[in-house]
């Protein structure tokens, strides 16, 4: 078993020795066993929250890409990878997202559905993140209950 306290200060630590990361700010870290620990950190740029890196400070390459955050973290969760951090600007980004795409532009909707057993398990609501970003968003769970009734392709 994994001790998410140390991979966390492992992950922060690699984060701030990295060259050329100034501009941007860890928005979510993602991890997973199989068989050794693989992590992923997401960066977003302070001056286009479109810009958003993907970062493995682990992977012998350490290197960077560009990803689009939202569809990658689903892409991630699919891939049997848990969420370690996630800061609440990207809870709303999520949440947002969600509310303007699905179930059309969702297609990692198992990763989607990790997400919200997630936010559920950690108390990550519609109230929370209002309280913290000043902006009303849709109750996401409602919507993908919501159309879950009708449509099952998120089990592909």
């Known amino acids: 078993m994994i001790d998410k306290h140390f991979l966390y200060e492992q992950c922060i630590h690699r984060w701030n ?14 991890y997973r066993e199989n068989p050794v620990t693989d992590v992923i950190i997401y960066g977003i740029n302070h001056y286009d929250d ?28 699919q891939k049997e990878y848990e969420i370690l951090f996630m800061g609440i600007e990207t809870h ?25 057993s997630y936010c559920k398990n950690n108390h990550i609501t519609k109230k929370l993140i209002e309280t913290f970003t000043f902006d009303k968003v849709a109750d ?17």
């Not at 947002?96 to 990763?111: A, L």
């Not at 919501?146 to 089990?155: G, L, R, T, V």
């Open 50 to 77: 479109r810009d958003v890196i993907a970062f493995k400070p682990f992977d012998y390459e350490n290197r960077m890409i560009s990803v689009n955050e939202n569809e990658h973290i689903f892409k991630s969760l």
């Open 92 to 116: 709303h980004k999520l949440w947002k997202e969600i509310e303007m795409s699905y179930p059309q532009d969702i297609h990692y909707k198992k990763g989607l559905k990790k997400y919200i």
């Open 17 to 30: 020795k990295k060259e050329n990361l100034s501009n941007y700010a860890i928005s979510a870290i993602c």
């Open 140 to 156: 996401i769970t409602k919507i993908v209950k919501i159309h879950d009734k009708s449509d099952k392709s998120y089990e592909r």
